[in-house]
C-alpha cells in the first residue's frame, strides 16, 4: 500500500485523500446524523400520538365522572314524582306553570301560558341532565302579544340521561 502511495504525485495524493475524507463524511452521515434524525423524528410522532391519546383519555375520563355523577343524581331523583321534579325545578328557574295534570303512565301534561324559549329550553335540558325526565309530547306555539311561548308539554320519568 505505501508503495501505491509513493507512486502518486502530491496533487492526486491531496485528490485521494480528499475523496476519503469526502468517503467518511457520507458515511458518517448515512450511518450516524441520519438514523438519529429519523429516531427523533419517530420519537416526536410517537410523542404527539401519546399526547392525543392522553387527551381522548382524559376527556372520557371526565365524561365518565359527569356519567357516574348524573347517575347518582338520578338515583336519588328516584322516589320523586314527575310532578315534584318539574314544580322544584320549575320554581328554580323561574318558570309559572299554568296548569297541571296527571297522564298514563306516570306521566304528567303541564301548560305554561308564558315563557321566554331560553328559559324553556334551559328549564327542559335541566330536568332531562340533572333528573333524567323525557319530553313525550310538546306543543309549543308563539304568544300573539309578547315574544314568549305557550307550551304543553307531556313528560316521563325516563331513568336517566
Known amino acids: ?50 399526547f392525543e391519546l ?10 365518565a365522572a359527569y356519567l357516574r355523577q348524573l347517575g347518582e343524581q338520578v338515583g336519588a331523583a328516584e322516589g320523586q314524582t314527575v310532578r315534584t321534579i318539574a314544580g322544584a325545578s320549575a320554581r328554580q328557574l323561574g318558570v309559572v306553570i299554568t296548569r297541571l295534570q296527571p297522564a298514563d303512565r306516570d306521566g304528567l301534561t303541564l301548560w305554561i301560558d308564558s315563557v321566554e324559549s331560553r328559559m324553556l329550553y334551559a328549564w327542559l335540558t ?15 306555539r308563539r304568544n300573539e302579544d309578547a ?13 336517566g340521561a
Do not use: N
Not at 469526502?22 to 410522532?45: G, K, N, W
Not at 392522553?54 to 365524561?63: D, I, Y
Not at 330536568?127 to 319530553?135: A, C, E, P, V
Open 1 to 50: 500500500m505505501t508503495a501505491f502511495w509513493q507512486e502518486r504525485t502530491p496533487r492526486e495524493q491531496w485528490l485521494i485523500g480528499l475523496a476519503a475524507a469526502i468517503l467518511v463524511a457520507v458515511l458518517a452521515y448515512q450511518a450516524v446524523y441520519a438514523p438519529l434524525m429519523r429516531y427523533r423524528e419517530s420519537a416526536e410522532r410517537s410523542y404527539q400520538a401519546a
Open 54 to 63: 392522553f387527551e381522548e383519555v382524559s376527556a372520557g375520563a371526565e365524561e
Open 126 to 140: 335541566e330536568m332531562h341532565r340533572d333528573s333524567g325526565i323525557i319530553i313525550e309530547k310538546a306543543f309549543i
Open 147 to 159: 315574544p314568549t311561548l305557550r307550551v304543553q308539554v307531556t313528560l316521563r320519568q325516563g331513568g
